[in-house]
T-cell receptor
Framework: NAGVMQNPRHLVRRRGQEARLRCSPM?????VYWYRQLPEEGLKFMVY????????ESGMPKERFSAEFPKEGPSILRIQQVVRGDSAAYFC?????????????FGAGTRLSVL | RKEVEQDPGPFNVPEGATVAFNCTYS??????FFWYRQDCRKEPKLLMS???SGNEDGRFTAQLNRASQYISLLIRDSKLSDSATYLC????????????FGAGTRLAVHP
């Protein structure tokens, strides 16, 4: 049973470009979460999605950031017109549809570097 | 006051030592708590869940004090492989499964 898969593991973008981060949840998991970790800081919640629905996006910046979890395929976190301050590790987590939903399993993360 | 606060450390201890970390949380309505472990530049991994007064798993013991709103993690007989950052995590009681992370406590175990 593969864990949460994220790709790419490392992504380099120049200022103004777009970044697309992908996350495939664990098999059988229908809840996906995105977190951001700035250097030397803790993880910060960004968004919680279920298939085709955004449930909670209270941690998403108001502009340039969007997320989706389509019926088929991975969840995508999209950052438009990246700036240096977007450089961080972006972690995706998933949890099953029933049981102790608060337990979340994390992927290895995507490290975004903006030049 | 931060929602979840931890002493950043680092805690430098010799192998075999017992070490304890504390974590305080601000929302008294929180019901469940977690300790995750994060190695350098890796993803957080669940170490322990705490749903009542405490939990024990081998060398690791977590305790919850609801009245004082703090959670502790005790590691006995420290191993070199225990060196990592330990994250105190509290689900947002408002629902929607949002996890609130502390900034982490760094532990370095030396020979």
């Amino acid at each position: 049973n593969a864990g949460v898969m994220q790709n790419p593991r490392h992504l380099v973008r120049r200022r103004g470009q777009e970044a697309r981060l992908r996350c495939s949840p664990m098999k059988g998991h229908s809840h996906v979460y995105w977190y951001r970790q700035l250097p030397e800081e803790g993880l910060k919640f960004m968004v919680y999605l279920q298939k085709e629905n955004i449930i909670d996006e209270s941690g998403m910046p108001k502009e340039r950031f969007s997320a989706e979890f389509p019926k088929e395929g991975p969840s995508i976190l999209r950052i438009q017109q990246v700036v240096r301050g977007d450089s961080a590790a972006y972690f995706c987590a998933s949890s099953p549809p029933r049981g102790r939903k608060n337990i979340q399993y994390f992927g290895a993360g995507t490290r975004l570097s903006v030049l | 006051r931060k929602e979840v606060e931890q002493d950043p450390g680092p805690f430098n201890v010799p192998e075999g030592a017992t070490v304890a970390f504390n974590c305080t949380y601000s929302n008294s309505a929180s019901q469940s708590f977690f300790w995750y472990r994060q190695d350098c530049r890796k993803e957080p991994k669940l170490l322990m869940s705490v749903y009542s007064s405490g939990n024990e798993d081998g060398r690791f013991t977590a305790q919850l004090n609801r009245a004082s709103q703090y959670i502790s993690l005790l590691i006995r007989d420290s191993k070199l492989s225990d060196s990592a950052t330990y994250l105190c995590v509290v689900p947002s009681p408002g629902g929607y499964n949002k996890l609130i992370f502390g900034a982490g406590t760094r532990l370095a175990v030396h020979p």
